[in-house]
T-cell receptor
Framework: GAGVSQSPSNKVTEKGKDVELRCDPI?????LYWYRQSLGQGLEFLIY????????KSGLPSDRFSAERTGGSVSTLTIQRTQQEDSAVYLC???????????????FGPGTRLTVL | SQQGEEDPQALSIQEGENATMNCSYK?????LQWYRQNSGRGLVHLIL?????REKHSGRLRVTLDTSKKSSSLLITASRAADTASYFC????????????FGAGTTVTVRA
């Protein structure tokens, strides 16, 4: 595709329910990132996938959050037992393989706005 | 804690004027990037400056980097209404520079 796509664009859920957010990276990009942006804040790093390497999950805020990337392409971020503080915009980004240090421009999707009631 | 922090938080200028915003960071970096965000959704990459570069230009954008002061500036010249957006600097630690850290951003409003 032309760019990173995410679905759904908006998700409203009730506290305690599970949600799945999807990201389709740019074709050929081996690196994929998930971020969270709370209202009026900067982006918070959540997780990073690079090729077939083990993902860097150090940014996940709790064990209710998990992510997977199937076939080195599409990624799903799952939030279990959602809480009101999970309300935020969840952004996905992808980038080319890091051929050299200092070349990690990231291309962002439009985000999923999650509202937990 | 946030690696990159932008200053000022908000900026309002007249169309045609220049807009300058600054970014400070804390640890050694390989590069620093600036992104733009419209309407609180996806970010658009503007420019990347490497740690061995001091200044870089892209169209109406000029970025400087001072690694001794751990700071960067973004200048938008001859601003347009379409430049109205939030601007973020992003850095990553030298050892894991994929883990970008973003500040809270500078919100720029360009008045027609």
């Amino acid at each position: 595709g032309a760019g990173v796509s995410q679905s759904p664009s908006n998700k409203v859920t009730e506290k305690g329910k599970d949600v799945e957010l999807r990201c389709d990276p740019i074709s050929g990009h081996t690196a994929l990132y998930w971020y969270r942006q709370s209202l009026g804040q900067g982006l918070e790093f959540l997780i990073y996938f690079q090729g077939n390497s083990a993902p860097d999950k150090s940014g996940l805020p709790s064990d209710r959050f998990s992510a997977e990337r199937t076939g080195g392409s599409v990624s799903t971020l799952t939030i279990q037992r959602t809480q009101q503080e999970d309300s935020a915009v969840y952004l996905c980004a992808s980038s080319l393989a890091r051929l050299a240090v200092g070349s990690n421009e990231q291309f962002f999707g439009p985000g999923t706005r999650l509202t937990v009631l | 804690s946030q690696q990159g922090e932008e200053d000022p938080q908000a900026l309002s200028i007249q169309e045609g004027e220049n807009a300058t915003m600054n970014c400070s960071y804390k640890t050694s970096i390989n590069n620093l990037q600036w992104y733009r965000q419209n309407s609180g959704r996806g970010l658009v990459h503007l420019i990347l400056i490497r740690s061995n570069e001091r200044e870089k230009h892209s169209g109406r954008l000029r970025v400087t980097l001072d690694t001794s002061k751990k700071s960067s500036s973004l200048l938008i010249t001859a601003s347009r209404a379409a430049d109205t957006a939030s601007y973020f600097c992003a850095t990553g630690p030298r050892s894991n520079d994929y883990k970008l850290s973003f500040g809270a951003g500078t919100t720029v409003t360009v008045r027609a």
